[in-house]
Structure formats: C-alpha cells, structure tokens
C-alpha cells in the first residue's frame, strides 16, 4: 500500500506560482509512475501530468504545458508540481496519484493509489 499526501494548494491570483508536493508513506515510489490529476466543480477529473518512476519521461495536458513541470525525488519519496503563470481556469481540486509500473501514463483508470486533494484557487 502508498499513501499519498498533497500539499501546498491555496489561493492565488493570476499570474502568480503555487508549488505542490506529494509525500508518499508505507513503500517506496521508486517502482511507480506519477501523476497528478485535477477535478474542479461539476467537471470530470482531468489529467495534469506524469512521469515515469526514473524521472526521464513526461508528459503533461495542452492546457498545462510550458507552465507546469512535473519532478520527482525518489530518495525523499516526494512528487513535486511546480505551476506558474497560474490562471483561474486552473482553480481546482489536485489530486497526486501512483501507478504500478515504470511508464507515465495520462489515464486516471490505471492509477492504483490516490491522495485526498488539495484545493488550488487562482483569483483573476
């Protein structure tokens, strides 16, 4: 079993940067996939971004590209989103999520474990 533990939401305006982390417990994520997710009000959960358990692949949604980067630091168990030039667009629940297996992946179906969220507001 992983558990995950998003951190860093909050309440930004536009334009501005919000770093979330992602601490893991209970095994190591160095055999996982990870990605992060977001849901905002009345919509569907949406892929964010990926990356592959070594760090050396990524991928990310249309919507986030050149403004989000997905890291990750196996050694402290941690998944990093660093996301700037924020717009209000972007205001949603983030969810931090692992998958067995090396790849990174965009579909949230193959994901085994899930964190609780953590709310991102970008005030416009």
């Known amino acids: 079993q992983v558990q995950l533990v998003e951190s860093g939401g909050g309440l930004v305006q536009a334009g501005g940067s919000l770093r979330l982390s992602c601490t893991a417990s209970?095994?190591?994520?160095?055999?996982?996939?990870m990605g992060w997710f977001r849901q905002a009000p009345g919509k569907e959960r949406e892929f964010v971004a990926t990356?592959?358990?070594?760090?050396?692949?990524?991928y990310y949604a249309d919507s986030v590209k050149g403004r989000f980067t997905i890291s990750r630091d196996n050694a402290k168990n941690t998944v990093l989103l660093q996301m700037n030039s924020l717009k209000p667009e972007d205001s949603a629940v983030y969810y931090c999520?692992?998958?067995?297996?090396?790849?990174?992946?965009?579909?949230?179906?193959?994901?085994?474990?899930w964190g609780q969220g953590t709310q991102v507001t970008v005030s416009s």
């Open positions: 209970g095994r190591s994520i160095s055999g996982y996939a």
């Open positions: 990356i592959s358990w070594s760090g050396s692949s990524t």
């Open positions: 999520a692992a998958r067995s297996g090396s790849a990174a992946y965009t579909g949230s179906a193959s994901y085994n474990y």
